[in-house]
C-alpha cells in the first residue's frame, strides 16, 4: 500500500477521488511550491521568524529514513524544539513544523513530544485536527505515549490547541475510507467546490456530468443529495421533470428548497440563465469603483490593490503595490488617499475576501473614518446578490466561471489566484519585470470582469 502522510488527509476531504487518480499516476504531480501553498503553510523565513525566540534544533534532511533517524535521536537526546522532524511507523509518514518537548514520562524518559503545524488560516479547519491526530498516532508508536493535544500556530503568533479524542473516533473513520480507496476502491461521485483544489478537477467534474450528477447543482449538501435520491431522484435530468408530488416526498429537504433545486438542474439542462427577480445593484453613480486584491499568503503579505474607475463613461485602471511587507503601509497610503478623492463613490468586489482584508488593514494601518465605511460599510460585495436573484447553468459561482458563461476572457487562459501567487514567487525570486506584468493583467481582467457582469445584471429587465 503507498505511504499515507499528512497531506493524504489533507486531499481525502478536498477531494476523495484525488487520491485514486494520484495512485493512477503514480506521484503527487504539484509542484513543491503549489502543495506548500495548498497546505497553507508558509515560507521557510516566515516560519523561523515565528520561531525565532525556541531553543531549536533542526531537521534539514530530504530523504526520510535519514530525517526519521535523526528526529529519533533529537527525541532521545531531549531537544526542545524540533523544526521540521520526520515520524515514521510502517507506512506512515508524518512531517510535523514542529515537534515540542514537554514534561511526562516516554520511552524517552521524562519527556514526550507534542506536534504542531503553522498554518496560515486564523481557523482551526478539520483538515488540521485529522492532521494533528494523525502525527498524534504516530508519536504513541514511537515515544509510547499519544499526545491529549494537538496544536496550530497561528501567523499572528498564538497557538491554539485542540483535544485529540474529539476527533479520534472520526479520523479513524476516515482512516478507514483512505485505505478502502488506496485498496483499489473507488469513492462515489460527488462534486464540490473543494474538488476545485485538486489537479484532478477536470476528472471529476467530467465523470460527474457523465453521470448526471445530482452534486452538479451548486452548493447542494451531501445529506440533501442522500434524501432526494432516496425518494428515488437520482438525476439531473430526473430532478429536472420530477412532479410536484414527488419533490414533495423528499424528506428533511423543505418543499421550497426543492423548487429551488429543480430550478437549478433545468438552468443546467437546459444551459439558460433563470432569473428569479430583479438584480437589485446599486443605481450608477458619477463614479463607481471596483476593487480586486492579490495577496501570496507564502508570506502574509496582500502585495497588489487593483482598481477600475468608472466616470463619464471612461475605463481607467488603477494599481497599488507593494513588493515586500516593508512597502505595504506605503501602498495601503496611496490606496487611502486615492479613495477620498471619490468619497460618495461605491466600491464593488466580487466576493467576502476584499472586506475582510481592508477591515484587517484598516486595523492594522488605520484609515479615515470615511474610508472604513466606505469599504466596510457601504462597500458592495456582489456576489450574495447575484446568488439571491439569478441562476446560472453552472456547477459553481466564481467570478470565472460567471464571467467566462456571460463571455469575458482572461487574456491568460484558465489563470487563477494561485497562478498570481505562483507568478509573485517567481517575481521575487528573480525579478522578472515579464511575472510581475502577468499579475497586473491578471489583476485589471479581474476588476474588468467584475465590471462586466455589473454591466450585464444592470440591462436586465
Known sequence: MPQITEQTFYKYLKCPHWLMYEMRDGQDVREPIMR??????????????????????????????????????????????????????????????VLERVEGKSNFGNWYYVACDIKRSSHLKDEYRFQGTFYAEILEKIQGVRPIQGYVLHTNGEIEGYLIDDILVEFHLTLDRIERIMAGEEPPIFLTADCKQSPYFSECQAKARECDDLSLL???????????????????????????????SVVG????????????????????????????????????????????????????????????????????????????????RDFVAFLQKYP????????????????RTVAKFGAPSTVDEQ?????????????????????????????????????????????????????????????????????????????????WARKQD
Open 344 to 359: 460618495t463613490a461605491k466600491v464593488y468586489h466580487y466576493g467576502w475576501y476584499e472586506t475582510d482584508v481592508f477591515r
Open 36 to 97: 506548500k501553498l495548498q497546505d497553507e503553510g508558509l515560507l521557510r523565513e516566515r516560519e523561523l521568524e515565528l520561531l525565532q525566540d525556541r531553543d531549536m534544533e533542526e531537521v534539514d534532511l530530504d530523504d526520510i529514513d535519514e530525517a526519521a533517524q535523526r528526529t529519533i535521536q533529537l527525541m532521545q537526546q531531549g531537544a526542545q524544539t524540533i523544526f521540521k522532524g520526520a515520524l515514521v511507523h510502517r507506512d506512515w509518514v508524518g512531517r510535523p513544523d
Open 253 to 332: 429537504v423543505p418543499h421550497d428548497r426543492m423548487v429551488f433545486l429543480q430550478q437549478q438542474a433545468k438552468a443546467l439542462k437546459e444551459n439558460k440563465v433563470i432569473k428569479l427577480h430583479k438584480i437589485e445593484l446599486p443605481e450608477a453613480g458619477e463614479v463607481e469603483l471596483v476593487v480586486d486584491i492579490e495577496s501570496d499568503p507564502l508570506r502574509d503579505l496582500h502585495y497588489l490593490i487593483g482598481v477600475l474607475k468608472i466616470a463619464d463613461g471612461q475605463e481607467t485602471y488603477h494599481q497599488f503595490f507593494a513588493k515586500d511587507e516593508s512597502e505595504t503601509e506605503g501602498m495601503w
Open 375 to 455: 469599504l466596510t460599510v457601504r462597500g458592495v460585495d456582489i456576489l450574495p446578490i447575484f446568488r439571491e436573484s439569478v441562476i446560472f447553468p453552472l456547477p459553481f459561482y466564481s467570478l470565472k466561471d460567471i464571467a467566462k458563461h456571460l463571455g469575458f476572457s482572461w487574456r491568460t487562459a484558465d489563470a487563477s489566484g494561485l497562478d498570481s501567487v505562483l507568478w509573485f514567487h517567481d517575481y521575487c525570486q528573480t525579478g522578472d519585470s515579464a511575472a510581475l506584468q502577468k499579475i497586473v493583467d491578471y489583476n485589471e481582467d479581474d476588476v474588468r470582469a467584475t465590471w462586466f457582469i455589473m454591466q
Open 218 to 248: 451548486n452548493r447542494l449538501w451531501r445529506s440533501e443529495a442522500d434524501s432526494i435520491r432516496e425518494a428515488g431522484i437520482g438525476t439531473l435530468s430526473t430532478l429536472a421533470l420530477a412532479s410536484n408530488q414527488q419533490l414533495n
